[in-house]
């Protein structure tokens, strides 16, 4: 596709409830990120993948946070036993080092409310 | 740990000023800096991007600026259009271990009235 796409765009949550948030990055981008964004706030780093490797999740706030990308393109960010502390915005964004810039490009997030 | 701060939090002007926008960071050491758009309900859209050897980039109405050694960054706007409403964030890259990491600060939410 031309950009990035992020799916569902809303999703609402009972807590204790497990989500799955996908996101489709550029096609060839090596690099995939995830961040949360609560509300008022800038995105917050979660996790990095480099094709299907994840090399950094330092981000990831607890245990209840996974993040996969089996073959290198499409990736899902878990839930799992939502809490309301989780409710934000959930972007993905994909870059495609090397390449000088490390430039970013963010799809459109899925918003997540817990209730 | 990086810090990124922005100011102003909000602003509100008339059409046509001319707007500064401004970010600061604690830890000079970053590979470059990322200015973005963020519209309500939207992703982020990239702005200009500044290599931390270079000290401004331009498009548009837009220039952005880049002093390293002091660890701030400013945003013009020139002639600003109600178009121009959003929030707009900064972003700084550092390496963190397999690739470079932004941290950004919260923003300047932008309210342009005709």
């Known amino acids: 596709g031309a950009g990035v796409s992020q799916s569902p765009r809303y999703k609402v949550a009972k807590r204790g409830q497990d989500v799955a948030l996908r996101c489709d990055p550029i096609s060839g981008h090596v690099s995939l990120f995830w961040y949360q964004q609560a509300l008022g706030q800038g995105p917050e780093f979660l996790t990095y993948?480099?094709?299907?490797?994840?090399?950094?999740k330092s981000g990831l706030p607890s245990d209840r946070f996974f993040a996969e990308r089996p073959e290198g393109s499409v990736s899902t960010l878990k839930i799992q036993r939502t809490q309301q502390e989780d409710s934000a915005v959930y972007l993905c964004?994909?870059?495609?080092?090397?390449?000088?810039?490390?430039?970013?490009?963010f799809g459109p997030g899925t918003r997540l409310t817990v209730t | 740990k990086q810090e990124v701060t922005q100011i102003p939090a909000a602003l509100s002007v008339p059409e046509g000023e001319n707007l500064v926008l401004n970010c600061s960071f604690t830890d000079s050491a970053i590979y470059n800096l990322q200015w973005f758009r963020q519209d309500p309900g939207k992703g982020l859209t990239s702005l200009l991007l500044i290599q931390s050897s270079q000290r401004e980039q331009t498009s548009g109405r837009l220039n952005a600026s880049l002093d390293k050694s002091s660890g701030r960054s400013t945003l013009y706007i020139a002639a600003s259009q109600p178009g121009d409403s959003a929030t707009y964030l900064c972003a700084v890259n550092l390496w963190g271990g397999g690739s470079y990491i932004p941290t950004f600060g919260r923003g300047t939410s932008l309210i342009v009235h005709p």
């Open positions: 993948f480099q094709n299907e490797a994840q090399l950094d």
């Open positions: 964004a994909s870059s495609f080092p090397p390449g000088d810039t490390y430039e970013q490009y």
